[in-house]
């Protein structure tokens, strides 16, 4: 397990991690959510010891890091880091002079390994290629190669996405996965969410240099409010507990319900619901879909709703009796109803 504890770092006189606590075991893929110059990469570069915290500590499988040459050295082929640019990382002319550079660097290259490694990631017969020659998604895998040479037991990679199309990003997801099979721990920093969403194991937010945020699940209304863009739909889900007064229908497209008590009061009332099954998760998905829809729900089940509402992109509002709070403090009035 790699551990920050209390780290705080600045350049210069300006504080760019305050406090960073956070975890990263082996076998799980943790994604590092946060705003352009949030501190992502100076959070990352850390873990190996590419940058040294002005307070705080990192601790690596139970050890703090050392900052002398040696201990660095064993620290960088514990945790290996995948850099932005693959131009920082890539430092041989060719293919296979630069995967078996950090490998025969340390006395432990093995020609079987490296070739392995290749095939894994779609570079066979690439080794003599020109490192100068190739696309941004080639020599991005010939920087994850040069890393993964180095059998790490944690790899970090730093907006592994940034300038690679649609099948490259298919093929980093693909390597991420068949790394937390083989046990790595994997952290990203990401802007693209839906890879992140296919990927990840935990979400961490890093707002302010602090992570402000750490679950299973994407809080797509906190990230939102942290800048971070979410595509959040512009439909909405408005909850209403079973035990107050129901807004006007005409201003949504759908109505949901969920729960005896919910039912009973639409009865009560003499309104007709569109969704009576699987209330909570259609709604959600109409509301995905652009449209606003109001969810009546047994006041027992609001703690439900607003957590799953967390893990979809959408809005949640909650009218409780007349008035309306913002949920996650998105704004919840600016779109008008149905025409
Ligand atoms: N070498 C540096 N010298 C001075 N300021 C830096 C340096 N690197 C980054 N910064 C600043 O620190 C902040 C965090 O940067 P960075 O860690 O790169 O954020 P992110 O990766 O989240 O975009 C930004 O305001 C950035 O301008
Ligand atoms: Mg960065």
Redesign the pocket.
């Known amino acids: 397990m790699i551990e920050m504890r209390d780290v705080w770092f600045s350049?210069?006189d300006r504080d760019?991690l305050k406090g960073v606590n956070m975890g990263l075991r082996k076998g799980e893929v943790a994604i590092l959510l946060?705003k352009?110059?949030?501190?992502?990469?100076?959070l990352l570069m850390h873990l190996n010891g590419l940058l040294k915290p002005k307070k705080g500590e990192i601790i690596v499988d139970g050890k703090k890091i050392s900052y002398d040459r040696k201990s660095l050295s064993q620290l960088r082929r514990l945790v290996g880091f995948v850099f932005q640019n693959p131009d920082d990382q890539i430092v041989a002319p060719t293919v296979w002079q630069d995967i078996v550079f950090g490998p025969e660097n340390i006395g432990a290259r093995d020609d079987e390994k490296v070739k392995k490694i290749m095939e894994r990631l779609g570079l066979e017969g690439y080794g003599g290629r020109l490192c100068s020659s190739l696309s941004g998604g080639e020599k991005k895998r010939v920087a994850i190669a040069g890393v993964l040479a180095m059998e790490p037991d944690y790899i970090v990679m730093d907006e592994p996405t940034a300038g690679v199309d649609g099948i490259g990003l298919k093929e980093i997801a693909e390597i991420v996965r068949n790394l937390k099979e083989n046990g790595k721990g994997v952290i990203i920093?990401t802007h693209d969410l839906d890879f992140a969403k296919a990927i990840g194991d935990r979400f961490m937010i890093l707002d302010d240099g602090r992570i402000i945020y750490d679950d299973v699940f994407v809080d797509y209304s906190l990230a939102e409010r942290c800048g971070i863009r979410t595509w959040l739909s512009e439909g909405e889900v408005v909850l209403v507990p079973h035990d107050h007064s129901i807004p006007d229908t005409d201003e949504f497209d759908f109505i949901a319900v969920m729960g005896k008590s919910a039912r009973e009061k639409l009865e009560k009332e003499g309104i007709e619901a569109d969704i009576t099954t699987a209330g909570m998760e259609r709604a959600f998905l109409r509301a995905i879909g652009g449209a606003r829809v109001m969810l009546v729900c047994s006041r027992s089940m609001i703690g439900v709703v607003e957590r799953e509402a967390k893990t979809y992109p959408v809005r949640l509002s909650f009218h409780d009796g007349g008035k309306r709070h913002e949920r996650h403090g998105v704004h919840s009035w600016s779109r008008s109803g149905r025409c």
């Open positions: 350049y210069g760019v946060g352009n110059g949030a501190g992502k990469s100076t920093s």
